[in-house]
């Protein structure tokens, strides 16, 4: 399967200063494929004086390497800045996607000073691009951190703008409801969100992507789901070197 743990998450920003994370933090999802185990992907936080390095890896299971094998590594640099999330501009972004037979080797550099982002296709040449970006623009990945800041009200709605190595989106996040799930960690307190994605990013999606993530200050993403052409695509996380501390056993 593909890159499901931040493809979905990566939606979400607000000003709410009840954000807390834990660095380092590593975060470990079971990726299942209509019920079946499919794979496993690990997301992992360092910091090194005020940079943050991000780090998304997803693997296919044994039994679906042989005919899909998946082997995808993302990565994205930023510094701790003075916004309200408390996070600057990425500064670097990169991407390995190996999917059966779509490989993707891409770069991509921020300019805060002059509000661009350079991408460079390595499969392509080396060939490079160009495009204009926002003060409010983040890549695929480090949205995530942003997204874990929100302050989520049901009901409401809010855009946060994403660059995809391609174009710049400006994409809606919908906060549907508040749900209580049970997984192999325990019983959380989540809220559901929805973002309404109109670019497809790491999977062929037939359907709607749904994310819950914990209704406290912590924000972890505990589940995501979306459809694709063969069936469902399901991420649970299982463990790691932190989940949250509201977690009812």
């Known amino acids: 399967m593909k890159r499901l743990v931040f493809l979905a998450l990566f939606l979400l920003f607000s000003a709410s200063s009840s954000f807390a994370l834990t ?9 299942s494929w209509s019920g079946m185990t499919a794979g496993t992907a690990v997301q992992e936080v360092t910091q090194s004086g005020d940079v943050l390095h991000i780090v998304s ?25 003075n916004s309200g999330s408390g996070l600057g ?60 800041k929100c302050d989520l009200v049901v009901g409401s709605s809010f ?10 989106w400006d994409t809606e996040v919908q906060v549907l409801r508040k749900e209580r799930i049970t ?24 359907g709607d992507v749904h994310i819950w993530v914990t209704d406290d200050a912590l924000r972890v993403p505990v589940k995501m789901t979306t459809k694709v052409k063969l069936g469902k695509i399901t991420a649970t996380l299982v463990g790691g070197s932190y989940w949250p501390e509201k977690a009812q056993m």
């Open 23 to 31: 660095v380092p933090e590593r975060l470990v999802y079971d990726i």
């Open 57 to 81: 890896t997803t693997r296919s299971a044994s039994w679906l390497s042989h005919f899909f094998p998946v082997d995808d590594r993302v990565e994205s640099v930023l510094k701790k800045g």
């Open 89 to 148: 501009m990425p500064r670097f972004y990169r991407e390995r996607i190996n999917e059966g037979s779509t490989h993707r080797h891409k770069e991509s550099r921020f300019d805060e000073r002059e509000l661009t982002v350079t991408t460079k296709d390595f499969r392509d040449g080396g060939k490079e691009k160009v495009h204009k970006i926002t003060d409010r623009t983040y890549d695929t990945l480090s949205c995530i951190y942003f997204m874990r």
């Open 159 to 168: 855009n946060i703008e994403i660059y995809d190595c391609k174009k710049l």
């Open 183 to 206: 997984t192999s960690l325990g019983t959380f307190n989540t809220i559901v969100v929805k973002p309404i994605l109109r670019f497809q990013g790491m999977f062929a999606r037939t």
